[in-house]
């Protein structure tokens, strides 16, 4: 397809609309032209697909998709292959609801261990970010789906993040911060670039010319289109010369006056406009041929939830294991506890959330093994409560506590207050101690916790956010 041709039968004042998308999740169509439109999902761990009315914080419900573990997990497995395998996956469900970009995947640096979001990124080393997000990138598009990496760049809080500045050094922005994107870049080569909300030492990214064409494109030879986060377009026609080529989410037509004037003032070059709206339509045509050639319709679910349970098994990081109590060598004497057991807590808030096609949980795994709840969802507990966990525990061989992060302590859209677990989880934990010294704890949640009782237990185990396999994962009967 030569875009260029394409682009110069289109008027100055279409080449500016087909910058900016149509609705929430699509591309612009114009069907004079045979450009169609194609649409865009959130996707770091899972394809989420609104067909009704759309959001970017997982307010309304999606289509059912296989929920993978997300990056905090799937980061600790430090396995490419298995990686890839997850992002194959997801270009398969991408594919079979005609989704030509997933959002996905995320590769910021884990710096501020407050950060809401760090359960969507993979690691704080940026070797390994951008290892494991090319595996997932390479899988993705082994489908013909393009992968959208997120968010360029030195994004790694989301307090005041429409408007919050990074400032750093260059040796500190190449080392830590754009390490893992360029390794991206050069390793799988994806479709496109999705650039952040931030500024970087004064200047946004979306109008960071540096960032977007003199780093991403001259130096690194990225070839794709970048589009910004939702609502991250700062200047548009700083944008336009910056190389940002797609404005996310459509409907406003913002700053398109201002552009247009700007292009007949002289203060804006057509080739400017020209070159991002061909950087467009190669995405649009692309996703477009990709789902043209559709294999099949359907993918395998069993499959994939499989591979969920595996990704969950391999992500699973054991903390401490004092007298080798793990693995339990007879669970049948074993007592679960914890609130978590039966609603595990196995994915993010936000952007991400996804409609899962199965979950299961720690009580479906292993049933007929003596439950407690021992607190509600958000952690809360009662003294009766207590009690009842102490005596469980003192009942059976060993102990086993699932405790961690509710929801409502980390999220896209807000930045962790502290690093506790509630309160209330923690001495639902000394209970089963004083009950029972063989006691084993389980943590789920997507980023760093305080472990005041760490001293007291025989073993701990991180799982993370396990995904929608997670009570298989974490040593369940498959």
Not at 339 to 351: C, F, N, V
Request: hydrophobic share 35%.
């Amino acid at each position: 397809m030569n875009y260029k041709n394409s682009v110069n039968k289109m008027t100055m004042e279409e080449k500016i609309s087909l910058c900016s998308g149509k609705n929430f999740w699509h591309t612009k169509d114009f069907k004079e032209y045979g450009i169609p439109s194609v649409m865009m999902t959130d996707g770091p761990h899972g394809v989420r697909k609104q067909n009704e009315e759309a959001d970017m914080l997982g307010i309304n419900e999606a289509i059912a998709t296989t929920c993978f573990p997300t990056a905090v997990t799937t980061g600790a497995t430090w396995n490419r292959e298995l990686m890839r395998e997850v992002g194959k996956a997801i270009g398969e469900e991408a594919k079979a609801e005609n989704v030509s970009v997933v959002l996905g995947p995320g590769v910021n640096i884990k710096r501020n261990p407050l950060c809401g979001r760090s359960f969507e990124y993979f690691s704080e080393d940026p070797y390994l970010s951008g290892e494991m997000g090319a595996s997932f990138v390479n899988g993705i598009q082994s489908c013909k789906i393009g992968a959208s990496v997120k968010h360029f760049a030195a994004n790694s809080q989301e307090y005041k993040r429409f408007s919050s500045d990074s400032q750093l050094d260059e040796r500190t922005l190449r080392e830590i911060y754009l390490a893992a994107f360029e390794a991206v870049v050069k390793k799988s080569q994806p479709a496109t670039i999705m650039c952040a909300y931030n500024k970087i030492n004064g200047t946004y990214c979306s109008d960071n010319k540096k960032l977007l064409t003199d780093i991403l494109r001259k130096e690194w030879g990225f070839q794709g289109m970048v589009v910004t986060d939702w609502g991250a377009m700062g200047d548009r026609i700083k944008g336009f010369q910056a190389g940002c080529d797609l404005s996310m989410p459509g409907g406003s037509a913002y700053q398109e006056k201002e552009v247009l004037k700007a292009v007949k003032t002289g203060r804006l070059s057509e080739e400017d406009i020209n070159v991002c709206a061909e950087r467009v339509l190669k995405t649009v045509f692309g996703g477009q041929e990709a789902l043209q050639q559709k294999e099949h319709e359907a993918y395998d679910k069993k499959a994939h939830h499989r591979l969920a349970v595996r990704a969950a098994a391999e992500g699973a990081v054991l903390l401490k294991n004092e007298d080798q109590i793990l693995p339990v060598k007879d669970i049948k004497k074993a007592v679960l506890i914890g609130h978590m057991a039966e609603e595990i807590r196995y994915q993010g808030t936000g952007s991400s959330q996804i409609n899962p096609t199965k979950l299961i949980n720690v009580t479906d795994a292993l049933q007929n093994i003596p439950y407690v709840e021992g607190c509600d969802a958000i952690g809360n507990i009662t003294e009766s409560g207590l009690k009842e966990v102490e005596k469980a525990a003192k009942n059976a061989e060993l102990a086993i506590v699932f405790a961690g992060l509710p929801s409502q302590y980390e999220s896209e859209g807000f930045d962790r207050e502290n690093l506790s677990m509630p309160e209330g989880h923690n001495k639902m934990i000394e209970a089963a101690v004083k009950g029972n010294a063989n006691t084993i704890v389980v943590l789920m949640g997507g980023s760093v916790m305080l472990l005041p009782w760490w001293d007291k237990v025989k073993a701990v185990l991180y799982m993370g956010l396990c995904g929608q396999s997670g009570g298989k994962g974490g040593g369940g009967p498959s």
